[in-house]
């Protein structure tokens, strides 16, 4: 029977960075009564159910990068023998159930899934294209905002920003007194959660000796770099490098 399944023998080889998005997140915003344009509890809650995916569901992404309602792995060791289907649909689930235990939610929450073959040269260039488009997320949700503030429907607001060059964007939030470039850093660049290896020093008290222990945590950064900058390039180079 398991010759008649769908797609079930593609396989990948790694690296692979795996990229789940959100489905209805608007909808589910507007239930769950989510503060715009960006709420700190929901940003919060996606960087819970990123440190999950990197220590608990089993994928073994060696860092997740968000923003928004997207989630990108980057995974060196494939689960499931590189199996495609198999990977998508393992990360789907477990980032829409972390999510539903984060926001303590009612609501049937739903994640989509894609597999992207990559190369450490092409997942810097991956990431720095991602965190560009947070950056324009981060712009579109301040000024759709403030536009529905001042009195617009959602969808006129759509329709005017549509086409909008990121200058008039500015110019559109500093004539309400918001300096874009001033918001927080995780609004404008994501959250990078990461594995991040430490040493201490212990003591066997089979041996009486001192020893060195190394430690493996899972760590939320906040306050990232900006990735297309000479700075950020050495930053993901480090962190892509050594995994």
Not at 75 to 97: H, N, Q, Y
Request: charged letters at 25%.
């Amino acid at each position: 029977m398991e010759n008649r399944e769908l797609f079930a023998s593609i396989t990948s080889v790694p690296p692979i960075i795996i990229r789940l998005d959100g489905r209805a997140f608007h909808r589910l915003a507007h239930i769950l009564g989510l503060k715009k344009p960006f709420d700190v509890g929901f940003s919060k809650a996606m960087s819970a159910v990123c440190r999950s995916l990197v220590a608990d569901s089993g994928l073994s992404p060696e860092f997740a990068f968000t923003f928004s309602d997207e989630i990108n792995l980057y995974v060196t060791k494939l689960p499931f023998s590189g199996r495609v289907e198999k990977i998508d649909s393992v990360a789907a689930s477990f980032a829409a159930s972390a999510l539903t235990i984060a926001l303590e939610c009612a609501e049937p929450i739903s994640f989509d899934s894609r597999v992207i073959p990559a190369t450490p040269e092409y997942a810097i260039e991956y990431l720095i294209n991602r965190q560009e488009e947070a950056w324009r997320n981060h712009l579109n949700a301040y000024c759709q905002q403030a536009l529905i503030v001042g009195g617009m429907k959602p969808r006129q607001a759509a329709a005017k920003l549509k086409g909008m060059s990121s200058s008039d964007m500015h110019e559109l939030m500093h004539a309400r007194g918001v300096n874009l470039a001033k918001t927080l850093t995780w609004q404008r660049r994501g959250v990078l959660i990461y594995k991040k290896t430490t040493e201490k020093e212990g003591y066997n008290p089979l041996t009486h000796q001192k020893v060195k222990a190394v430690r493996t945590s899972v760590t939320v950064d906040n306050d990232l770099p900006l990735f297309n900058s000479q700075e950020g390039r050495v930053f993901l180079k480090k962190l892509i490098l050594s995994a």
